[in-house]
């Protein structure tokens, strides 16, 4: 016969966890404190990121200011971007060419225009 030293005595059997809860709190708790910081930094530099980016799309939407050999013209009734072209060319130069270029330094997406407008003509 075996005699067993009760101060020594493990059970096989798990005891019931009683702080279930607590520790589920306990776990949450902790894991937000250690990366309160790391989420901060990483909202702050998307935020940053994306105000770069918006900023360098409106300043990329804008023309430049002209060059000094370039002209700004004013857009009057009746003239279209083909009539102004065809003043402003050389007799060597195609006016298809020139419409084109005169449409890549506004930032026009299409030949309409309007009277009024101010277009940056450049040196052909």
Do not use: C
Not at 3 to 28: D, F, K, L, V
Not at 36 to 51: E, G, H, P
């Amino acid at each position: 016969m075996m005699i067993m030293n009760p101060a020594s005595y493990r059970s096989i059997h798990s005891e019931p966890n009683t702080s279930g809860n607590i520790t589920y709190m306990t776990a949450i708790a902790n894991w937000s404190k250690s990366n309160v910081l790391r989420i901060t930094v990483t909202l702050l530099l998307a935020l940053l990121l994306f105000t770069s980016f918006m900023l360098m799309g409106i300043k990329a939407s804008g023309t430049a200011e002209p060059t000094e050999h370039e002209q700004v013209v004013i857009v009057g009734s009746g003239d279209s971007l083909w009539s102004i072209a065809r003043r402003y060319a050389s007799p060597r130069d195609d006016v298809r060419y020139v419409v084109h270029t005169i449409k890549n330094r506004n930032n026009l997406n299409d030949t309409l225009i309007v009277p009024g407008q101010q277009l940056i003509i450049p040196d052909f």
